[in-house]
């Protein structure tokens, strides 16, 4: 059974920080992009940080530059998400997903083109 789980997620406070963790079972996360996405009530998912799978070429939404940095260790078969500076507006539930396209940016950064998904780690940002 192909199954991705997050984990990581927690209640901070402004400025603090997590370090979300997205691990696959039941196939290799070397072969898959792998991004990471958020859902806050009221709106839509968006793309918050993307992996390739080739060379490891990252991207971020603006809102997350410089203060998220999206790795993977296929050894462990796990993507980090490393979260500093944390505001309140980055409060949502965070989804890890998996892309095995050709064309690793199509699905940016809607996640349209990522067939698997996990089930999401909730992050609230507050004082």
């Known amino acids: 059974q192909l199954q991705l789980v997050e984990s990581g997620g927690g209640f901070v406070q402004p400025g603090q920080s997590l370090t979300l963790s997205c691990v696959a079972s039941?196939?290799?996360?070397?072969?898959?992009?792998i991004g990471w996405f958020r859902r806050s009530p009221g709106k839509n998912r968006e793309g918050v940080s993307a992996?390739?799978?080739?060379?490891?070429?990252?991207l971020y939404a603006d809102s997350v530059k410089g203060r998220f940095t999206i790795s993977r260790d296929n050894a462990k078969n796990t993507v980090y998400l490393r979260m500093i500076n944390l505001k309140p507006e980055d409060t949502a539930v965070y989804y890890c997903?998996?892309?095995?396209?050709?064309?690793?940016?199509?699905?940016?950064?809607?996640?349209?083109?990522?067939?698997?998904w996990g089930q999401g780690t909730q992050v609230t940002v507050s004082s």
């Open positions: 997903g998996a892309d095995d396209g050709i064309f690793w940016q199509r699905g940016w950064p809607d996640g349209s083109t990522y067939q698997y």
């Open positions: 039941g196939f290799n996360l070397s072969n898959y992009h």
């Open positions: 992996i390739s799978k080739y060379d490891r070429t990252t």
